[in-house]
């Protein structure tokens, strides 16, 4: 009996197993199609799938939920992924917490720090480095009405330390509502402010909250209308927010002309007498930047002196007594430093104060009496410190090698704050004193046993793509790594905006380390490595490069002998989208696998969206005829071609996305699972309660990587994740 018992469990369970492998393996539900054609100066583009624009269509919703379930079933049973999900949690978990978002302000600390039993990051203030610990914003005790995860998105300390401003949002959604609290008791003020994405809150001298307000949107308003009119605003606490006055925005002063499409905020520097406002066309980095003394700020009526136009190339400003620091990269493509009176500025006129070399300046804050400049050099960080006045900056000794991600200074102090990392350690947080003239680890981001690990290393090769551009490519791996063209590999990239791919190491990645598996950063043109003139070589009809870059470094990957095609890999996310579509629909026969994260996936429909507007800057326009074809030229979703042996895929994205819908990847799963001839799975991983990955708990980072690891574990045939 006991016999025939068992003999029926482990049938039951062989037969469970069974049906679960063939759910998993079954094919995804296909998509409502209905072609859709447009010309677009003369040329004919079909769009099969357009009706998946429209989520909120039952029909659409309910394929989506489908391609969910198929992806999770898939993910899931593949072999060694719930034990590998484990040993990555083991490995993030193992440091007592991580801190990020340090500022200074006065005596005060402020810091976001998420403890290891913790699944969102909190705010909290101390007196000093040394002080005592306080808690001030838990995102976990608000929650959405839905039940879905809140948390925060920014801070700002007034001078006086009294108030915080914050924004927190739902699910990461990014849709802030501004709330603010006394920092002393810990208790929230009444005033509440919603529509407040981008709010950039800062506070005026006399304690009122300048901040960014986005239009109310009319029952029924097109999605490209969201970004549109918004305004900053004056808030004085305990008012009614619905009657704040307007300060700057479109329409609001006389003296000053904004563009409905154009971003606005108002910058107070805690410390100073000055004012900054700033007008932003979309994600277009010049600036046009306006000043006026704090005192005469008075609504529609405040006396605004215009510093910069975005012909004058300003990316950056900061603010010293009496003057106006500028980076520009006008006719200096990595970057200079300026500086201009306040009272009187004159671009044209500005003294150059740090002259444009073979390091590129990439971000500059101000102290008491200095401004404190940093550089990237090879891929690493520099730090000087210019002194108040002079033009001659001097160099910060560091740590170690490695690069400097953020930085933060106040005016009532002398000392900079600045976290440090490399490829193959974790970032510490340190402070610069300049009366001593050293660096020291403030302590406030504890280490783990894994922020270090022995037998990682890293290595810098220069790859010559297409047309003989030297290519930076980085490389991270065990030590002892053989060169048989067995190793599972990655090859990660970015291009846009001008940011660079700067390094970095999350433990978090070490499960792929150690199990042979290598990392290969590609520095592709559109990023910022190399300045103003990398950036603009993989932009709009030069964007070809930068997936062609990439495609260059994976061939060296495979003439070297570290991997193979079918165990090389490609990643990337958001506007990397562009970077993976693009190389796996030109050389499918490259890699193995590929992983594009809330990727941009249809060009030519996404300046349909609310983001596509703001974005029109780095892509184009579909309005003008070079647009349209250098839009189209990177538009993964139309390069799809029936019948080609794609590689396996695997696509993700997160309902409340507000800077990719989720759409775009849902349009370019249905393209290529119908398309392809491999036979090997393409897969749309959603999460509900999700975004563009900002706001994302501890916990879904983790389902993430593992199911990543695991998906790509398998198509390189590594055991025991390989059929």
């Not at 609001?252 to 904004?258: F, K, R």
């Not at 030297?470 to 905006?497: F, M, Q």
Request: glycine share 8%; aromatic share 8%.
């Amino acid at each position: 009996m006991r016999l025939s018992s068992t003999v029926s469990r482990a049938g039951a369970t062989l037969a469970f197993a069974a049906a679960s492998l063939a759910a998993a393996q079954a094919l995804p539900p296909a998509p409502p199609v209905r072609d859709a054609t447009d010309t677009h100066f003369g040329v004919e583009v079909h769009d099969p799938y357009r009706a998946l624009e429209d989520v909120g269509n039952a029909e659409v919703a309910a394929w989506m939920k489908a391609q969910a379930g198929h992806a999770a079933a898939v993910l899931a049973g593949i072999p060694g992924r719930g034990a590998l999900r484990d040993e990555i949690a083991r490995r993030g978990d193992a440091a007592p917490a991580r801190v990020f978002d340090v500022r200074r302000s006065g005596t005060h600390v402020y810091y976001q720090k998420r403890l290891a039993s913790e699944n969102i990051p909190k705010l909290y203030v101390r007196d000093g480095f040394a002080g005592r610990e306080r808690l001030l914003v838990d995102p976990e005790s608000i929650r959405d009405p839905g039940g879905k995860h809140s948390s925060l998105d920014y801070y700002a300390p007034s001078p006086d330390n009294r108030h915080v401003a914050t924004g927190i949002s739902p699910a990461g959604s990014e849709a802030s509502v501004l709330r603010i609290l006394d920092v002393a008791t810990g208790r929230p003020l009444a005033d509440t402010i919603d529509r407040a994405q981008y709010a950039s809150p800062s506070w005026l001298p006399d304690g009122r909250l300048v901040y960014s307000r986005l239009q109310k949107l009319a029952a029924g308003a097109p999605p490209t209308d969201k970004y549109q009119n918004q305004r900053v605003y004056v808030h004085r606490l305990g008012d009614d927010p619905e009657r704040d006055t307007p300060l700057f925005g479109a329409g609001v002063s006389p003296l000053v002309a904004i563009d409905p499409v154009e971003l606005v905020a108002v910058v107070c520097p805690p410390g100073s007498r000055w004012t900054v406002a700033v007008a932003i066309n979309g994600v277009q980095r010049e600036l046009r930047i306006w000043v006026a003394p704090a005192a005469a700020i008075d609504g529609a009526r405040t006396p605004w002196t215009r510093v910069a136009e975005r012909a004058d190339e300003v990316t950056d400003f900061a603010v010293l007594g009496d003057h106006l620091y500028l980076l520009s990269h006008k006719g200096a493509s990595r970057f200079k430093v300026l500086r201009t009176p306040l009272a009187n500025p004159d671009v044209a006129r500005a003294e150059i104060v740090v002259a444009p070399g073979n390091a590129v300046v990439n971000g500059i804050a101000a102290a008491r009496d200095a401004v404190y400049v940093r550089k990237m050099n090879a891929g690493a960080s520099e730090l000087w410190r210019l002194p108040a006045g002079s033009r001659a900056a001097r160099r910060v000794a560091l740590p170690h090698v490695g690069d400097i991600e953020t930085m933060s200074a106040d005016l009532r102090r002398r000392d900079v704050v600045f976290d440090l990392g490399g490829w193959t350690r974790a970032g510490a947080i340190y402070v610069y004193d300049p009366s001593t003239r050293k660096v020291v680890d403030t302590k406030l981001q504890p280490q783990g046993p894994y922020d270090a690990p022995a037998g990682l290393v890293s290595r810098e090769v220069m790859v010559a793509a297409r047309d003989g551009t030297l290519v930076p490519l980085s490389l991270v791996h065990r030590r002892g790594l053989e060169l048989d063209g067995a190793n599972p590999t990655i090859v990660y990239g970015y291009g846009a905006y001008g940011i660079p791919m700067t390094p970095s190491f999350r433990p978090t990645w070490l499960p792929w380390f150690d199990r042979g598996g290598v990392l290969a950063v590609a520095h592709v043109r559109g990023g910022g490595e190399f300045g103003e003139d990398w950036y603009k070589s993989g932009y709009k009809a030069t964007k070809p490069n930068t997936w062609r870059d990439a495609i260059a470094c994976a061939e060296w990957l495979v003439e070297n002998r570290y991997t193979s095609p079918s165990k090389l890999s490609i990643m990337g996310g958001s506007a990397g989208g562009i970077l993976v579509g693009r190389a796996i629909t030109e050389r499918p026969d490259l890699f193995g696998a590929a992983v594009a994260q809330v990727p941009v996936a249809d060009m030519i429909r996404s300046e349909t969206s609310a983001n596509g507007v703001p974005n029109i800057p780095e892509f184009g326009s579909v309005t003008t005829e070079e647009g349209f074809r250098a839009l189209l030229a990177m538009s993964p979703y139309h390069w799809v071609r029936d019948g080609v042996k794609y590689p396996a895929v695997l696509l993700t994205t997160g309902i409340n996305d507000p800077r990719v819908d989720a759409w775009e990847p849902a349009k370019l799963a249905a393209r290529l699972q119908a398309a392809s001839a491999s036979g090997k799975p393409v897969l749309l991983r959603i999460d509900y309660d999700a975004g563009h990955g900002f706001g994302t708990t501890k916990q879904q980072a983790y389902d993430e990587r593992a199911d990543t690891f695991a998906f790509l574990f398998r198509e390189a045939g590594v055991k025991p994740f390989a059929p």
